[in-house]
Nanobody, 115 residues
Framework: QVQLVESGGGLVQPGGSLKLSCAAS????????MSWYRQAPGKQRELVAS???????DYADSVKGRFTISRDNAKNMVYLQMNSLKPEDTAVYYC?????????WGQGTQVAVSS
């Protein structure tokens, strides 16, 4: 079955960096676009970044220039490098893909940005 497992979250000071990882299994990873979403307390889940199977990327305006999404098809991994973190980046971050119209989600990894 499809499985997405996120890791790499934690507590970081404003201006710091974190790199999130998502390990994918149960599907042909290289054939699907992948995305990172986040959900802050009391807010709706929002799309942060996406990468097509061909490597084209797209970002939410709030993270452009600070976050970088990438993928390693040989390892079935997708990453989110987050730099210049701000308190408003605090959220649970989720890895996501859509397979035949169905959304698959990981369990999420918590990112907290605070001094």
């Amino acid at each position: 079955q499809v499985q997405l497992v996120e890791s790499g979250g934690g507590l970081v000071q404003p201006g710091g960096s974190l790199k999130l990882s998502c390990a994918a299994s149960g599907f042909t990873f290289s054939s699907y676009a992948m995305s990172w979403y986040r959900q802050a307390p009391g807010k709706q889940r929002e799309l942060v970044a996406s990468i097509t199977k061909g490597g084209r990327t797209d970002y939410a305006d709030s993270v452009k220039g600070r976050f970088t999404i990438s993928r390693d098809n040989a390892k079935n991994m997708v990453y989110l490098q987050m730099n210049s973190l701000k308190p408003e980046d605090t959220a649970v971050y989720y890895c996501n893909t859509y397979i035949k119209g169905f959304a698959a989600w990981g369990q999420g990894t918590q990112v907290a940005v605070s001094s």
